[in-house]
């Protein structure tokens, strides 16, 4: 380590000063104290090795940028079993009356909404199918119309049972190469992105469901939200462009506050390299993943922003640019 860069050093001194004392003995870097009254003539210099092995073991205890108490990421498949699973759960505890609830804008009642996701689940199988060609579907809410319209007749249960199939077999169809590019309506990404989005999805309907039927929001462990944070923040470039509002040459640092938390210096524009941030956004990091499923609109969220506010602003507006709905 010693051709660190000043930019590497900063970071690795963070990470020496904000270990704990336990994570600093398993690091083999010991609290040291210095005796009262030590005579300064008789301080010598450190071995020249010192800093680098220093700086680097510190590096190794824990990586700079995640919380004390960070929660280690998930996998993206782990990430959309247990959110299925979940989602199951709160459908199989619905009454009659809470099917027919309204609870969504576009896709109207519970029953609708899954019905919704049913469609979602069976067009993403054909998008996972290499053999299969489906046609130019950009829009999201109208692609799932005719299977909307083919269970409307069909009992509530049933349409849960079709849409928890449908997933389980997603998930199947989504093992194996998940760094494979696909289809995901008008974009291409890898099956991991692809995950992630049905991640993100499922998680904004069940808020819808939740919300329908007066229940508790839905809270997904730290390892899920730790997992939608990092993503999340690694699409922004993306999402920028997806949305037209990329900023070539420039850089923000996203420092998301909680266990699931980190931060991030993201380029604003795709292939770009970061570079030196212009602006700091500091917000939680569970609000700061409902504004990018539109679950909280960017100027409800609390969010501390330093540097060029209008581009802090441009970032928290682009954001869910790639959020289905």
Known sequence: MTDMSFDDEIAALLAFDALAPGEKGDAGLPDLELPL???????????????????????SARQPGRPLDAAPPCEPPVAFDRTVADLDDLLRSLTSDEWNAPAHAEHGRVRDLVAHLA??????LRWLDPEDTVPDLPDHVAATRPVVAEL???????????WHESARAVAAAAAGDRTRLVVFHDITISVDQLLVARTAELWAHAIDICRATGRPLPQLDMERMAMLCSQLVAAVPLAMAYRGTIAPGRAARIVLTGPAGGAFTVPLAPQDQAVEPEVTIVTDA???????????RPDQLDAAIEGDRALGDLVLASVDALAQD
């Open 119 to 124: 469609g979602v689940e069976r067009l993403v």
């Open 37 to 59: 009254g030590l005579a300064e003539p008789t301080v010598t210099g450190p071995p020249p090795a010192l800093r680098a092995a220093t700086l680097a073991r510190a590096v």
């Open 152 to 162: 409307a007749g069909t009992d509530p249960g049933d349409i849960a049972r079709q």
């Open 286 to 296: 569970v609000d700061f993943c409902r504004v990018a499923v539109r679950r909280l």
